[in-house]
């Protein structure tokens, strides 16, 4: 079993930045698949970000060039570097493990996920 808890979440002016992470604890990060998704009010949980467990990654068009996801091996935490936030990135952002199809966010386990609100 796996458990996955964010944190880092907040309230960030346009324009500024946060860091969110993603600690496991029961297996880890480095030999699988870890992404973080996002839900805004009234709108599906979509991708942001994947690396693979190669080191490989992926991003939203979105948030190309603004957000960059990293891993710590020695601390299984995965990581989420968010600048240059805009409003409409306010949502709750989930972080998943374990991820085969994350288009279609199939991820095997998936942390409690933490508010980023981005005031205008």
Known sequence: QVQL?????????AGGSLRLSCAASGRTFSSRTTAWFRQAPGKERAV???????????????????????????????????????????????CATECTDWDNLI???WGQGTQVTVSS
């Open 48 to 94: 942001v970000a994947v690396i693979s467990r190669i080191g490989g990654r992926t991003y939203a068009d979105s948030v190309k060039r603004r957000f960059t996801i990293s891993r710590d091996n020695a601390k299984n935490t995965v990581y989420l570097q968010m600048n240059s936030l805009k409003p409409e990135g306010t949502a709750v952002y989930y």
């Open 107 to 109: 991820c095997s386990y």
């Open 5 to 13: 808890v964010e944190s880092g979440g907040g309230l960030v002016q």
